[in-house]
């Protein structure tokens, strides 16, 4: 209930300063409005497009909740969401297999793409202690690398010159009609994508692992209590591994699922920072799948509605700064909200600056 | 003023500390209630208390980390707000922590200093470290570095670095639990040098009835938050004061071994007889060791040997002690027999069967129960519910191939939780919120309920109350009683006395000998423990 | 690169045929009494180069036409489609892209969101002509061989021989600029060198500067940023003193202070845009057709020499004159010259 | 490869580690008090900008350079107070920071126009002239700030009262709580630390190195910073090291070509990385890393 108050106030302030930058540049602070609102949720069109954003993020998200659960900290989903988007392309132009075969194992090397990507930091980790954090990120910069490469050489992804001396775009053919991910409704009726389907049954799948399964505990505990959990039998290298491994597959799965489901080609830019706002999704979550449903549907209307102000004249820049303040508008008040009954409750959260008992209270003499 | 006092004089002077009507609850919980606590200059004040009734809750008011609901809290008579930890060192409080407060990755040097203002002064500390360490018998090296000290030695530090401070009223919370009798021996002179020569105040917490008539001057009981029963302790006894901690009368045989009562006033020919009552009938030679462990020899990361060429052999049915002062390769094998270590040579064999040691889990697999010495570390997940933990190594038991059972998961965890006696607001509390003797006991029941073949108790009534020590003492010895094989991993010479019927001597990270409980005297197993075979 | 102006030639002819009915209503196409017009662009709309000289061009055109003006800029070719009917839906009468990595929008002048709409597609790449969209093409490989010949032309005279080429990310256009601008150099001092370098980033100007000052060092006198955003921070380098030879990636700037550029190599894409513009303008810009850009033959795209002595310039012309007529054929010369 | 080619790299491989140095210098110190904010990137952007933007107004690049640090400063200041204070999943501050950073100096530099500004070059008379080593001695002043704030940064986090309660905080919270420090209070001091000499860093970039301002100039280093300081195993000296390696990948991959060498660009842009990962493989260590790093600090039982 407070929360909610207080959500409301700082979605007010967040959407007061936008406002002021949106004047301030000569726009209309009333129109931008109405454009973020148009954009997201207002029709069905407008719908179609958040959902088709939420997809991605909310299977990113999947993952990033498996490994952040199992205490090992993926930060390098936009690099292995890209590489399983290229996996996936790979087999999707190269397969000669009836159409609805072909999706299907272009989302799973999507998922496998990713899940080795993510793996090789775990390898790295497990056998020479590198640290995971900055390996995920290192790694996500190199996976750029290679999937720019692999859409500059024909052998590989690169969309087949028209003619001889013609330029070749760095990116790859467009995939065929008949291997896209197949949704039901078309745009601007109500579009659901098969990724949002596919993402909506992992979801509860991994709820149900995540809170019931041995699996599930066996994570927990090892993300709260290594050693307590070596102690229980639980292997790190293996667990943990694993959980870097899926963390890593949920975010190429997710590549796969833009590519086949709304791109239709591999773009070095596909990736289009669908994995760090997973990543954002899971951590506002908490980590609890279910959770990551309505958050991933928040930032997918914040991104459908941002591209609408974004083609009504308001400079992209603005349009992030508004995405951000927003973003911070509904995640500060839940922890502050918490901080502060958590202060009540146990009241052992000193005053922000303490001062010294002398200063507080003069000293009575009570002899 | 207060009642139990007889010395008027002392009546006319205010005291050091005084405590009215402090209250403390934590969401439903009353921590401490309406507490009344009056402590003078020049005398050692001793506080007891089961667990979770309070003590370290009421130190903390003090101290300035937890801030009270109700009370006042008089320094010398002056009325005073403690509102931080800054407060109370003005105020001449200084505070001995029952979980340590160190930074390992830090000096010795560097903990003395911290919290302090001003300039870091290395060779001034260190100087100092020196002084104090000598004035009070606590040499310590100011350049080691904490991580690598035992825990008497991080104890010692402990107080140096509150005692360097010069605070007029000392407060020490369970400091014993982790010393050696020699050891805290030595803590008590110091002590009571503090006091008489240089009239500071202690409160000292403690579960050990023996410490606190031997030690203290005034006690004070602690029950379920509020204070029970006060009194100078001369005219009070071990029985009376344990009664008046649990409310109800003690059985004082065995049990007073762990709380110290017998080594009091009882001859050696006492506790043997004491420890004659044990009933652990088994003949180690009969039957395959449930425990045996052969020529193991494990390395730290730094290449140290911490156990050398281990031996060692339990049989079913009987507790055995492993005796020695702390830091000799106990915390080794506790880790190794958790699993948590890889043996660099050697074998562990469990009913006869050698089990592999790189694989993770198989030593609880093949039936090895562990109370580890540090609960925290290993034993227990402090985030996750008391269900949660209680259930958490042989997840089997309450799952089907994948889900695990909820429902029988709670039945489960509700009848230990009976069973054990462990006092929590709801099964779904997590474990962070029990008092150390709960979580304690959380752990022993775990591990108890899975029918371990072998049970490795280290330190296993650190921290517990009167109660719960006999609760753990009738628990041990019922499951050796059903067979178990009891490895217990102590520094106390009585709880050895009281529960084992052999005892295996470590030093320096190997076995120096075995003994039958009848032949063990206080002068073969000092041997033993300074490294002599006898 | 690219088609060959022969074959280019008749796209707009047979086309022609299955173009769609709009022209006659421009500019207001969709009726609705006002004329929006709305630019889509993959790039910085304030890179001070070639995506910005887009929209200003755009800018001030509809200005001066009391026309409504959207510009968006730095979409990611991914999000395009959505982009182009986000703009559909804001009821704009021209669809604009900016480039040709935005291609992936063109579906959307299909659907049904888009009715009614004229769309502007510039391409130097490929394009499938469709009956809703009217393309606008250049030709790289012209500009830069012309580009490459007024800058052999200025090492001719001062005795250079090493030139540098920086550019972000290594990509097929940027490979094939520089293969043209090699070519063309070799036109005049066939024993030049050209040092190539991608630092993987249009924008990062500490990364180009750090190019450009090794490739300087290395004795390099002529310098092409072919860049975005840092740009400036590698022209920054030329100054009078040390006499590098600094060429603009697409727009002319010449009568800046300073005297920074050499030349100006010039293939503003806001000029084929405005020569759009004021085609829609008039209710003559044809859907289903496409209009090329050729060098020498057009007023734009040109190369500028902007010191240049009145033989430099006579020669220049003659080049430019040259590939206009077909009697150089630019990759004829690339492939000879520029491997 | 002669000495030329050599001080044409040496030379590069400082003036592309300078900034790094900089930000590592202040991110070295905020992870010794137990804190990860990959807002780094965010607080050299913010300074780059902002010292443009100062240098711009004030005809000053040293007065752009010190606004440069406190908008490094502001970013600190955010970033710890919403995750040392309101205790917001740093990880979640770090991400919405930067994109918020981003897309404001992006916006502010499309709506503004600012004039080119740089500090001045020092060159040592005499010592410059030697060969090789001689660049070291011909750098933009600010270059040299750093022989002082390495040492300063040392002796802060080592030597100073201020770093001994930083590295206890860093190690065990809850100890260091329950002995009187202030946890969060401490943290958020570092993050401004940190602030600060990442704001350097970017200004640095911006008005010693380019000179101007283009969105997104920073491309990233701040994350590179945070994989300097892993890298370095928490060491200064390690650190430092770090820098210099990627420092050096570029200053080689960017000389190459002019040296005459074609080699693949994506593999030349990935080599940093490449490198970075492989000489953590080889040298890294756990055992140095703050045990409390990234953990939030909630008070509790202890
Ligand atoms: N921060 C807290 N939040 C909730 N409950 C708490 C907190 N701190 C203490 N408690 C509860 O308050 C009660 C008193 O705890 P305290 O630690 O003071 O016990 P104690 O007498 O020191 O016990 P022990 O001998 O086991 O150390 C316990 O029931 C404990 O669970
Ligand atoms: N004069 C001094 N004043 C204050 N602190 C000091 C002084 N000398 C050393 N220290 C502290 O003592 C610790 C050990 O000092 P020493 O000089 O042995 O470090 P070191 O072994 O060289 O350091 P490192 O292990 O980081 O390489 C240092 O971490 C520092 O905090
Ligand atoms: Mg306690
Ligand atoms: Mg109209």
Not at chain 4, 83 to 100: C, D, K, Y
Request: with cysteine; charged share 20%; proline share 5%.
């Amino acid at each position: 209930m407070q929360v909610t108050l207080i959500t409301i106030v700082a979605v007010a302030i967040a959407v007061g300063l936008s406002m002021i930058l949106v004047s301030a540049t000569g726009g209309s602070p009333i129109d931008a409005a109405k454009a973020l609102y148009t954009g997201s949720v207002a029709d069905v069109a407008a719908w179609s497009e958040t959902l088709k954003a939420a997809a991605p993020l909310l299977l990113v998200a999947l993952g990033a909740c498996i490994s952040n659960r199992a205490g090992v900290f993926n930060i390098g989903q936009e690099g292995q969401l890209l590489l399983g988007a290229a996996a996936g392309a790979y087999v999707a132009l190269h397969l000669a297999l009836p159409g609805p075969i072909v999706v299907l194992l272009s989302l799973l090397a999507g998922a496998a793409a990713g899940g080795i990507w993510s793996g090789a930091s775990a390898v790295m980790n497990y056998t020479r202690g590198v640290n995971i954090v900055v390996s995920t990120l290192l790694m996500s910069f190199i996976a750029i690398q290679v999937v720019s490469f692999s859409v500059s050489v024909p052998w590989l992804l690169q969309a087949p010159r028209a003619s001889a001396d013609s330029i070749a775009s760095p990116e790859s053919a467009q995939l065929p009609e008949a291997v896209r991910l197949m949704g039901f409704g078309q745009y601007p009726n109500l579009e659901i994508g098969g990724g949002l389907v596919i993402a909506l049954i992992l979801t509860i799948v991994l709820a149900v692992l995540l809170g019931r399964s041995r699996w599930g505990f066996r994570l927990n505990m090892l993300g709260l209590n290594p050693m307590a959990a070596r102690h229980a039998g639980v292997r790190a290298s293996y667990l943990g591994g694993s959980a870097l491994f899926l963390s890593g597959a949920f975010a190429g799965l997710a590549g796969a699922v833009i590519l086949s489901g709304s791109v239709f080609r591999l773009q070095p830019a596909l990736s289009n920072n669908f994995g760090w706002d997973g990543l954002l999704v899971a951590l506002i979550a908490r980590s609890r799948p279910i959770a990551a449903i309505p958050v991933a549907l928040l930032f997918g209307a914040l991104r459908s509605g941002s591209s609408f102000l974004a083609s009504t004249g308001v400079p992209n820049y603005l349009v992030d700064v508004v995405q951000s303040l927003l973003v911070l508008a509904f995640v500060v008040p839940p922890v502050l909200a918490r901080v502060r009954s958590r202060g009540r409750a146990e009241a052992t959260t000193p005053p922000s600056e303490p001062v010294p008992a002398a200063t507080t209270e003069p000293e009575k003499v009570t002899a | 003023m207060t009642d139990g006092q007889t010395d008027s004089a002392r009546d006319l002077e205010a005291p050091a500390l005084e405590l009215r009507g402090v209250t403390k609850c934590f969401g439903p919980v009353v921590a401490c209630d309406a507490v009344d606590l009056a402590v003078r200059s020049g005398e050692i004040h001793g506080l007891l208390g089961e667990n979770g009734a309070g003590k370290s809750t009421l130190m903390k008011v003090l101290l300035g980390l937890v801030q009270r609901d109700e009370g006042t809290i008089m320094r010398s008579g002056k009325q005073v707000e403690v509102p931080t930890p800054q407060a109370a060192v003005e105020l001449g409080l200084g505070m001995v922590h029952q979980h340590f407060s160190l930074i390992e990755s830090l000096t010795v040097w560097e903990n003395v200093s911290l919290g302090e203002p001003g300039r870091v002064k290395r060779d001034e500390i260190a100087d100092q470290i020196k002084d104090v360490g000598t004035r009070y018998g606590l040499p310590i090296s100011p350049t080691a570095r904490v991580g690598d000290l035992s825990a008497g030695e991080r104890q010692r530090v402990e107080i140096i670095k509150c005692l360097r401070r010069d605070p007029e009223v000392l407060i020490l919370d369970e400091p014993t639990s982790v010393l050696t009798m020699n050891e805290s021996q030595e803590l008590f002179e110091v002590l009571r040098d503090v006091v008489t020569r240089e009239n500071r105040a202690v409160i000292l917490i403690s579960h050990k009835l023996a410490e606190i008539m031997a030690a203290t001057d005034q006690v004070t009981v602690l029950r379920k938050g509020s204070v029970a029963f006060r009194c100078a302790t001369p005219e009070t006894s071990p029985r009376e004061l344990a009664k008046q901690m649990v409310g109800r009368e003690v059985s004082l045989h065995s049990e007073g071994a762990a709380l110290g009562l017998i080594s009091e006033d009882t001859t050696p020919e006492e506790v043997q007889a004491a420890a004659a009552e044990a009933p652990v009938k088994a003949d180690p030679e009969a039957r395959t060791p449930a425990l045996a462990l052969t020529d193991v020899v494990v390395k730290g990361d730094d290449g140290r040997v911490l156990l050398d060429n281990f031996g060692l052999t339990v049989a079913p049915g009987e507790i055995l002690a492993l005796y020695g002062v702390e830091g000799n390769g106990q915390a080794t094998l506790g880790d190794l027999l958790s699993g948590l270590l890889e043996p660099t040579s050697g074998t562990v064999a469990i009913n006869g069967a050698a089990v592999p040691m790189t694989k993770i889990g198989a030593l609880h697999k093949a039936g090895v129960g562990v109370v580890p010495e540090d609960r925290h570390r290993s034993g227990v997940v402090l985030d996750m519910s008391v269900l949660d933990n209680l259930v958490m190594t042989d997840l089997g038991r309450v799952s089907g191939r994948f889900l695990l059972r909820r429902r029988e998961a709670r039945k489960l965890a509700t009848r230990l939780i009976e069973q054990f006696n462990i006092s929590t607001p709801s099964i779904d509390t997590p474990l962070r919120n029990l008092s150390g003797g709960n979580q304690q006991r959380v752990v022993l029941a775990r591990e108890l309920s899975t029918d371990p073949s072998v049970l490795v108790a280290a330190q296993p009534t650190h921290g517990l109350d009167v109660g719960a020590i006999e609760d753990m003492y009738e628990r041990l010895r019922a499951a050796a009683g059903r067979g178990v094989a009891v490895l217990l991993i102590t520094t106390e010479l009585e709880e050895v006395m009281a529960l084992a019927s052999r005892v295996a001597v470590i030093s320096s990270g190997r076995v120096t000998g075995v003994l039958d409980i009848h032949e063990a005297t206080a002068e073969r197993l000092g041997l033993l423990v300074g490294g002599e075979a006898a | 690169a690219c088609t060959s102006p022969s074959d280019t030639a008749d796209t707009s002819s047979d086309s022609s045929s299955g173009s769609s009915d709009i022209a006659s209503k421009e500019p207001d196409v969709n009726g609705d009494g006002k004329v929006v017009v709305g630019v889509l662009s993959p790039g910085d709309l304030n890179d001070n180069g070639y995506y910005e000289s887009f929209v200003a061009k755009a800018e001030a055109f509809t200005k001066s036409k009391g026309w409504t003006l959207i510009k968006v800029g730095s979409i990611n070719p991914a999000d395009a489609l959505n982009q182009a009917r986000n703009l559909c839906r804001q009821k704009v009468d021209l669809v604009a892209l900016g480039a040709a990595e935005l291609k992936d929008a063109i579906p959307a002048s299909a659907e049904d969101v888009c009715k009614g709409t004229a769309w502007y597609v510039p391409s130097s790449a490929e394009i499938k002509q469709t009956p809703q969209i009217s393309i606008s093409r250049d030709f790289i490989n012209e500009s830069l061989l012309a580009a490459g010949y007024a800058n052999g032309l200025l090492m001719k005279d001062k005795g250079y021989t090493k030139a540098g080429y920086i550019t972000g990310p290594e990509l097929d256009f940027s490979v094939q600029a520089a293969k043209a601008f090699k070519a063309g150099i070799k036109e005049v001092v066939p024993n030049a060198t050209l040092a190539t370098t991608y630092t993987g980033d249009f924008n990062d100007s500490a990364k180009a500067k750090e190019a450009a000052t090794a490739q300087i060092n290395q004795g390099a006198k002529v310098v092409y940023p072919y860049l975005g955003g840092a740009t400036d921070a590698v022209a920054a380098l030329a100054t009078p003193q040390n006499g590098l030879l600094m060429s603009t990636p697409g727009t002319d700037r010449c009568g800046e202070p300073g005297n920074k550029f050499a030349v100006s190599v010039i293939f503003d894409p806001g000029e084929y845009f405005n020569a759009a513009l004021s085609d829609f303008a008039d209710g003559k810009l044809k859907m289903g057709v496409s209009r090329d850009w050729h060098l020498g033959k057009d007023s734009v795209p040109t190369v500028k020499l902007c010191n240049g002595t009145a033989d430099q310039n006579a020669k220049l012309k003659q080049f430019i004159e040259d590939i206009g007529s077909g009697k150089v054929v630019p990759d004829t010369e690339v492939s000879k010259l520029g491997g | 490869m002669g000495t030329e080619e050599i001080t044409t790299i040496l030379s590069s491989t400082l003036r592309l580690t300078a900034p790094l140095a900089f930000a590592a210098c202040g991110e070295y110190l905020a992870e010794r008090a137990g804190t990860q904010n990959i807002s780094v990137e965010g607080m050299m952007l913010g300074g780059a900008f902002g010292s443009v933007a100062v240098a711009s107004a004030t005809g000053s690049a040293t007065t752009g350079l010190l606004a440069g640090a406190i908008v490094g400063l502001v970013v600190g200041w955010l970033h710890g107070n919403l995750s040392h204070r309101v205790q917001i999943n740093t990880f979640v501050v770090g991400l919405v920071l930067n994109a918020l950073v981003l897309g404001l100096t992006s916006f502010l530099i499309a709506i503004s126009q600012f004039d080119a500004h740089q500090t001045a070059q020092l060159s040592i008379p005499g010592l410059r002239d030697v060969p090789i080593l001689g660049s070291f001695f011909e750098q933009r002043w600010p270059m040299y700030t750093l022989l002082l704030i390495v040492p300063l940064t040392w002796w802060l986090v080592e030597r100073s009262r201020w770093g001994l309660n930083l590295r206890a905080v860093a190690d065990n919270p809850q100890a260091a709580d329950v002995t009187g420090l202030k946890v969060n209070k401490l943290r958020r001091q570092a993050l401004l630390y940190c602030g600060v000499l990442s704001g350097l860093g970017g200004a640095y970039l911006a008005t010693a190195e380019v000179g101007t301002f283009n969105a997104n100039m920073t491309a990233g280093r701040g994350f590179i910073v945070i994989a300097a300081v892993i890298f370095g195993a928490w060491r200064l000296k390690g650190t430092l090291i770090g820098c210099l390696v990627f420092g050096f990948a570029d200053a080689l991959r960017l000389a190459l070509p002019a040296l005459g060498f074609q080699l693949n660009s994506q593999l030349l842009v990935a080599a940093p990385y490449l490198m970075a990962l492989l000489a953590m493989m080889l040298f890294a260590s756990k055992s140095r890393e703050p045990r409390a790093l990234g953990k939030p600090f909630v008070r509790g039982i202890t």
